[in-house]
């Protein structure tokens, strides 16, 4: 039986099972790679980026994780190099997981794994910036390869995205919504995942939280089904500060699943906040709170089964004007 009766929602035991794959072991592994000496922060258009690139696909490729541009794991743009951006040829790398029955239409799941690069002698690491998010997306992906491997592939279709460009004004994700894989009308939801990895200031007592942003702002629909993940499998305490209208922040616009919000597809935004090691040289994987990061990216897996695999795609609530 794959599912059991759990107070009056019910459990789907298989969502459970592949959940493991998610771990906090193989996160800590994955984050002290990308945000290691060796990929010199990742800055978009350099040698770092390109091996990071590499690397991700190499995962991909172990773990059955198909390519997500036809034969391929890449998509290349280019950077051009402007006032403050320095410019170069860079990639996004795309998993992908084929559905069934509703194979047509697809879920995407992002994360950004460009970062700073190097600044005289200082490597900006990027460990939560965004190789936490990174390492959660790419669990995710080797967990729906293996539930596929054994007979439970999910309905809906699965693109992994893990894109470039962000830190020089989300380059990576603005390009792949003007080039498409599949068509945009298909894509059903974004979930995007972007440092999720540390505490902020405001959360010095509780580790178990995440800010949820947009969840609300596209679909009342598909935040109902974020809540409904939650609330059965992960208990985090989901905070919406960021989600006003009003934030001074303004980090609704700040992270690749906007670019998919301006073309009315509904997005969720997973944050942890920021520290004072954002931006910084010190932003290292041995200050990343796995268990923490495990525990947000199982929520984003079980929000993804969820929205995989139900009758019906996210219902899209309110439209906005594309700039």
């Known amino acids: ?19 493991k794959v998610v771990n906090a072991s193989d996160m800590k ?18 040698e770092g980026q390109q091996k990071a690139a590499n690397f991700i696909r190499r995962f991909y490729k172990k773990n059955d994780v198909e390519p ?18 320095s410019g170069g040829m860079s990639s996004n790398v795309l998993g992908y997981i084929q559905g069934t029955d509703k194979q047509s239409e697809v879920l995407v799941i992002s994360a950004h794994y460009d970062h700073l690069g190097k600044k005289g002698k200082d490597i900006y690491y990027g460990a939560d910036d965004d190789a936490s998010g990174t390492a959660a997306i790419m669990l995710i992906a080797k967990a729906f390869a293996k539930a596929s491997a054994e007979g439970f592939r999910p309905r809906r279709s699965i693109l992994i995205l893990n894109d ?8 990576g994700s603005k390009y792949y919504v ?18 999720i990895g540390r505490i902020d200031s405001a959360h010095i007592a509780d580790t178990n939280y995440v800010y949820l942003i947009g969840s609300d ?7 109902f089904v974020s809540e409904k993940s ?6 985090l305490n989901l905070d919406y500060t960021f989600n006003s209208d009003t934030d001074p922040n303004r980090f609704y616009y700040r992270s690749d699943h906007y670019n998919f919000a301006k073309n009315n597809i509904p ?14 040289p010190t932003d290292t994987y041995d200050k990343i709170l796995y268990d923490k990061a495990t525990k947000i990216a199982h929520l984003v897996f079980y929000t993804a089964w969820n929205i995989a695999n139900r009758d019906d795609r996210p219902v899209l609530d309110k439209l906005i004007d594309k700039e």
Do not use: C
């Open 1 to 19: 039986m794959a599912l059991y009766i759990q107070g009056s929602a019910q459990v789907d035991a298989n969502a459970q099972k592949f959940a």
């Open 29 to 46: 592994k994955l984050v002290k790679a990308l945000a290691s000496k060796k990929f010199e922060g990742r800055e978009s258009g350099t």
């Open 68 to 85: 997500g541009n036809g034969n391929s794991y890449f998509q290349e743009f280019e950077v051009k190099e402007r006032s403050g951006v």
């Open 164 to 171: 470039s460009g962000e830190e020089k004004g989300l380059l």
């Open 178 to 195: 003007e080039n498409p894989v599949f068509p945009l009308k298909n894509t059903v939801a974004d979930l995007n995942v972007d440092m």
């Open 217 to 223: 702002k596209l679909s009342y629909d598909l935040h």
């Open 230 to 235: 939650n609330s059965m499998y992960t208990n």
């Open 267 to 280: 997005v969720i935004f997973y944050f942890s906040g920021v520290h004072a090691d954002y931006h910084q």
